[in-house]
């Protein structure tokens, strides 16, 4: 199972991610400037767009972690992306009875690297069109570039598009999603 540090950290870079949207002069994301120089949770916890990620990273307990020197890259789903999971999904997850399969589901979400598009795109291409990117939730996502965008794929089948790429943090670096991640079984 993570460490207590481990759940910190997945939890940070999911709320960072979520706040944290743009790579050029305090870029938008969700209505709030991102900042270079605030960490992950800092800057999530500002956009409108990662409510529900910023409250999963809470009651995951992985704040603390996602505050952490890192570097980390968040892929941050949107609400609209938690809003298209089954119904009463969301609310299960938060259940603090379901706290380890929420942690694993936002850790599938974070990989301990500072990773920019321009580096995904890169590995992508050197692996023939096809980069296995492990997360800190032992999750195995499939970086794919589709027509200039990144897109990754879960365990499950599922497939998520980067919408706003290289939202640097002090921290790491934060890519919003369209799609939860979701990890197999």
Known sequence: MFTS???????????????????AENPMVGGAAMY????????????KDHTTLVAGVKAAGLVETLQGKGP???FAPTNEAFDA?????????????NKDKLTTVLTCHV???DAMSSAIAKMVKDDGGEHDVKTVGGCVLKAKD?????????ETGGTATVTIADV???NGVIHVIDKVLLPKG
């Open 72 to 74: 980390f890259t968040v």
């Open 85 to 97: 999971l089954p119904a009463g999904t969301v609310d299960t997850l938060l259940k603090p009875e």
């Open 111 to 113: 990989v301990s690297a």
């Open 5 to 23: 540090g481990f759940r910190s950290f997945a939890t940070i870079a999911l709320l960072t991610a979520s706040a944290a949207i743009a790579h």
């Open 168 to 170: 640097k943090q002090s």
């Open 146 to 154: 589709d027509g200039g965008k990144i897109t990754l794929t879960d």
């Open 36 to 47: 270079a120089d605030k960490n992950i949770v800092e800057n999530a916890v500002n956009s």
